[in-house]
């Protein structure tokens, strides 16, 4: 029988061991892939947004002589917290589901030789982050091979015509890499402009592109279909009246962020409408409406899931270990 259970070892799951092991438990982690195995998914040559201290967890420094740390650091540092503080974690193990029968979490999980495994603790901590869940569009052609909701590197794309769906940092700095490497690159964005929330770094370079021509920016713009090697573009006016263009592509980046998944948190019991509703629980303690069940990181927030990242995710593993350590206190021996 397991005290805690955490699934997830993100970042912010990370760091609630590490709050947990400050207050005296050993808590079991179970991810199924590698730890952090979001930030392996980011874009090969990603900068954060963040300072180097805005992502340190378990009271470890970030080193880097840059002023915004690269994903290769970013592994290094999450890895090398795991390793110092000697967490228990079992990699490329996949929950499938978490039950309460009495006072006893079951966890049913599988391993990498499909073997079923089942899992007993008093209280379970769901990290389980959002990467794995695009939002889809929901337009005919969005499964097609070529079209896919993730950016790792820009090579690929070289010598090709791209349409990138999005107006934000990961469509932006997509865009800019791809053009670099030779490719034509379409931006297809629902807004007036990209976000205000692009990078001050990197938006003059951007908007410089787009001036230019280097960057065909559509805005006010959507893409309705796409096709095996087209994509068609509605785009409204400042009138309101709308025109369609179809544009031969080889390849569609639908890089219009992720969620969380909120079927797999209902199935446990907890409250959690689809929506721009966060799932129920405490933010105080980040328990939920199934006593003994807690929510970290990205998992607990409602539709955007811009709303919670590591620098601030990381800090819903201190009031939840700060809550558990009270309840053992008054616990009776």
């Known amino acids: 029988m397991e005290e805690i259970v955490i699934v997830g070892a993100g970042p912010c799951g990370l760091s609630a061991a590490a709050e947990l092991q400050d207050r005296g438990f050993d808590p079991l982690v179970i991810e199924k892939e590698n730890i952090v195995h979001s930030i392996t998914q980011y874009p090969i040559n990603m900068q954060f947004f963040s300072t180097p201290a805005l992502l340190e967890i378990a009271g470890v420094p970030f080193i880097t002589p840059n002023d915004k740390p ?35 979490f079951r966890i049913d999980s599988v391993g990498r030789s499909g073997e079923p495994i089942v899992t007993r603790a008093r209280s379970v901590v769901i990290a389980t982050g959002y ?24 090579h690929p794309y070289a010598g ?7 107006g934000s940092n990961s469509a932006v700095d997509a865009a800019l890499e791809m053009e670099r490497v030779g490719a034509k690159v379409t931006v297809v964005y629902r807004g007036e402009s990209v976000s205000a929330n692009i990078k001050a770094w990197v938006r003059p370079i951007f908007d410089s592109y787009a001036a230019k021509g280097r960057i065909d920016l559509r805005l006010n713009s959507r893409v309705i279909e796409i096709g095996h090697n087209h994509a068609v573009v509605e785009t409204t006016d400042a009138e309101g009246r709308a025109s369609r263009e179809t544009l031969p592509v080889d390849f569609v980046l639908a890089l219009t962020g992720f969620r969380p998944d909120r079927g797999f948190l209902r199935a446990m019991g907890i409250e959690a409408p689809d929506g721009i509703i966060p799932p129920t629980h405490n933010p105080e303690t980040m328990e939920t409406n199934v006593p003994g069940l807690y929510l970290a990181g990205v998992v607990s927030t409602g539709r955007d899931a811009n709303e919670i990242f590591i620098e601030s ?21």
């Open 313 to 333: 995710g990381r800090y819903h593993g201190r009031k939840i270990a700060d809550h558990l350590a009270s309840c053992r206190e008054v616990m009776p021996s």
């Open 70 to 104: 690269s994903r290769l650091e970013a592994l290094h540092y999450y890895r090398t917290v795991s390793e110092r503080r000697q967490m228990r974690i079992r990699r490329y193990e996949r929950v499938t589901g978490v039950t309460k029968d009495g006072d006893v």
């Open 131 to 154: 990467f794995d869940h695009p939002n889809r569009i929901g337009i005919p052609g969005e499964e097609l091979p070529h079209v896919s909701h993730f950016f790792r590197e820009a």
């Open 160 to 166: 090709t015509r791209v349409v990138v769906i999005g």
